[in-house]
C-alpha cells in the first residue's frame, strides 16, 4: 500500500514538474529599440517574424512578440527594471548604467552586440568652428540629457578640450530630442537648435541641408568604434527563459547574416518599414561605410566605463567589463 501511495505521490510530482517546466517559458516577448538605421535587424526580425520562427523551432509553439520604439536608453532601462520589457536595444551608457544599478538584483547584462555605427555631431551655424564655438544661446540636441552615449561622448570631448574638470561644461547647452524631432528643428533653421548628436540616417539626412555641416564624429572623440547599441535583459528572464532567450539570440544572428548578405535588400527594407525618403543608394552607403559595422559584437564598453569612472559618473566601474557586463553568450572585442 505504502509503495502504491508513493509511487503515486513520485507520478504525481513528475507530472506537476513537467506541466509548470512547459509553463516555465513566458508565450510573449517584449523588445523595445529606438529611431534610426542602427536598429535594422530588429526590423527585419519584426518584419519576417524571425522570434516567432525561431521559439516554434525550439518547441515554445506560438509566441507573440511586441515591439515599442523609445526616445533613448533612459526610458528603457526603467521598463526592464520594472519587468515591461525583455529586451532593450542600450546604448553604451544605458547598458553601464543600469548595469550598475542592478548588481545584486535584477543583473541586467548584455546578451549580444547589434552594431557600431559612428555618431555624428552636425552644426548648422557658420560660427561654430570648434567646441570653444558654443555660446550660452546655443542648444544641442541629444536623445537624452547627461545619460545618453551621445551626451556623455559630448562630455569626453569636452574633457578632451577643457580638462577633466570642465567634463560638463557643454551640458547646460544640451537638450534632449528624439532623432527626428532634432532633425526636422535643423531642416527649419529657425529655433535654438544649431546642433544636433546624432546617429544614421539622421546625420545624413541633416547635411542635405545647406550649411549643416560635421563638427566631429564618435569615431574622433573616441579614437575608434563602440558599439552604438547592445541588447539587454535581466538574469531573471535569462534563467527562466532559456528557450525563448536563445530563441531571440538565434533570431538576432540570422537578421544580422541577412543585411551582411544583402544591403539593398536591408535598405529596402528599411525604407519600406520607416517611410524614410532617404535616397536607397544613400542607405546603402551607410551601411557599407567603414564606421559601420553590423555585428553581434560588443565592441569597446571600456572607453566609457573608463571615463564614467575617472570622473564619478560611475561610483564602482568593472574591472574587467567584458566579464562583468556581459552573459556568457555574448562576444567581445
Same mark, same amino acid.
Given at each position: 500500500?505504502?509503495?502504491?501511495?508513493?509511487?503515486?505521490?513520485?507520478?504525481?510530482?513528475?507530472?506537476?514538474?513537467?506541466?509548470?517546466?512547459?509553463?516555465?517559458?513566458? &508565450?510573449?516577448?517584449?523588445? /523595445?529599440?529606438?529611431?534610426?538605421?542602427?536598429?535594422?535587424?530588429?526590423?527585419?526580425?519584426?518584419?519576417? &517574424?524571425?522570434?516567432?520562427?525561431?521559439?516554434?523551432?525550439?518547441?515554445?509553439?506560438?509566441? &507573440?512578440?511586441?515591439?515599442?520604439?523609445?526616445?533613448?536608453?533612459?526610458?528603457?532601462?526603467?521598463?526592464?527594471?520594472?519587468?515591461?520589457?525583455? !529586451? #532593450?536595444?542600450?546604448?553604451?551608457?544605458?547598458?553601464?548604467?543600469?548595469?550598475?544599478?542592478?548588481?545584486?538584483?535584477?543583473?541586467?547584462? /548584455?546578451?549580444?552586440?547589434?552594431?557600431?555605427?559612428?555618431?555624428?555631431?552636425?552644426?548648422?551655424?557658420?560660427?561654430?568652428?570648434?567646441?570653444?564655438?558654443?555660446?550660452?544661446?546655443?542648444?544641442?540636441?541629444?536623445?537624452?540629457?547627461?545619460?545618453?552615449?551621445?551626451?556623455?561622448?559630448?562630455?569626453?570631448? /569636452?574633457?578632451?578640450?577643457?580638462?577633466?574638470?570642465?567634463?560638463?561644461?557643454?551640458?547646460?547647452?544640451?537638450?534632449?530630442?528624439?532623432?527626428?524631432?532634432?532633425?526636422?528643428?535643423?531642416?527649419?533653421?529657425?529655433?535654438?537648435?544649431?546642433?544636433?548628436?546624432?546617429?544614421?540616417?539622421?546625420?545624413?539626412?541633416?547635411?542635405?541641408?545647406?550649411?549643416?555641416?560635421?563638427?566631429?564624429?564618435?569615431?574622433?572623440?573616441?579614437?575608434?568604434?563602440?558599439?552604438?547599441?547592445?541588447?539587454?535583459?535581466?538574469?531573471?528572464?535569462?534563467?527562466?527563459?532559456?528557450?525563448?532567450?536563445? /530563441? !531571440?539570440?538565434?533570431?538576432?544572428?540570422?537578421?544580422?547574416?541577412?543585411?551582411?548578405?544583402?544591403?539593398?535588400?536591408?535598405?529596402?527594407?528599411?525604407?519600406?518599414?520607416?517611410?524614410?525618403?532617404?535616397?536607397?543608394?544613400?542607405?546603402?552607403?551607410?551601411?557599407?561605410?567603414?564606421?559601420?559595422?553590423?555585428?553581434?559584437?560588443?565592441?569597446?564598453?571600456?572607453?566609457?566605463?573608463? !571615463?564614467?569612472?575617472?570622473?564619478?559618473?560611475?561610483?564602482?566601474?568593472?574591472?574587467?567589463? &567584458? #566579464?562583468?557586463?556581459? !552573459?556568457?553568450?555574448?562576444?567581445?572585442?
Amino acid at each position: 500500500m505504502w509503495k502504491t501511495m508513493i509511487s503515486a505521490a513520485a507520478l504525481a510530482l513528475a507530472t506537476f514538474a513537467a506541466s509548470t517546466g512547459a509553463r516555465a517559458e513566458a &508565450k510573449e516577448l517584449r523588445v /523595445a529599440k529606438q529611431y534610426g538605421l542602427g536598429y535594422i535587424q530588429l526590423m527585419l526580425m519584426e518584419d519576417q &517574424k524571425l522570434v516567432e520562427k525561431h521559439a516554434k523551432e525550439a518547441g515554445l509553439g506560438d509566441v &507573440k512578440v511586441t515591439w515599442s520604439t523609445f526616445r533613448s536608453s533612459d526610458v528603457m532601462n526603467d521598463a526592464l527594471i520594472s519587468g515591461n520589457l525583455d !529586451f #532593450a536595444a542600450l546604448g553604451p551608457t544605458g547598458i553601464i548604467t543600469i548595469w550598475s544599478r542592478t548588481r545584486g538584483s535584477f543583473d541586467v547584462r /548584455a546578451a549580444s552586440g547589434l552594431n557600431a555605427m559612428a555618431w555624428t555631431l552636425n552644426v548648422r551655424d557658420p560660427s561654430i568652428k570648434a567646441l570653444r564655438d558654443f555660446k550660452p544661446e546655443h542648444r544641442i540636441a541629444v536623445p537624452a540629457v547627461k545619460v545618453s552615449g551621445q551626451a556623455t561622448a559630448l562630455q569626453i570631448a /569636452a574633457a578632451k578640450e577643457w580638462g577633466d574638470k570642465e567634463y560638463e561644461k557643454l551640458d547646460s547647452l544640451t537638450v534632449s530630442l528624439s532623432h527626428p524631432d532634432a532633425t526636422a528643428m535643423m531642416a527649419a533653421g529657425k529655433t535654438e537648435i544649431v546642433a544636433s548628436f546624432t546617429s544614421p540616417p539622421f546625420a545624413d539626412i541633416q547635411l542635405r541641408t545647406p550649411g549643416v555641416r560635421t563638427l566631429m564624429t564618435s569615431d574622433d572623440i573616441l579614437g575608434g568604434p563602440v558599439s552604438f547599441n547592445v541588447l539587454a535583459t535581466t538574469g531573471k528572464f535569462r534563467n527562466d527563459n532559456p528557450k525563448l532567450y536563445g /530563441a !531571440f539570440l538565434a533570431a538576432l544572428k540570422e537578421a544580422t547574416a541577412i543585411v551582411a548578405k544583402d544591403k539593398g535588400a536591408a535598405a529596402d527594407a528599411y525604407k519600406r518599414l520607416t517611410n524614410d525618403k532617404s535616397p536607397r543608394e544613400d542607405l546603402i552607403a551607410i551601411l557599407d561605410a567603414k564606421t559601420t559595422h553590423i555585428t553581434t559584437d560588443v565592441l569597446n564598453l571600456g572607453a566609457f566605463t573608463d !571615463f564614467m569612472g575617472k570622473v564619478g559618473r560611475l561610483k564602482n566601474p568593472p574591472k574587467d567589463w &567584458k #566579464a562583468e557586463m556581459l !552573459f556568457p553568450e555574448a562576444t567581445a572585442r
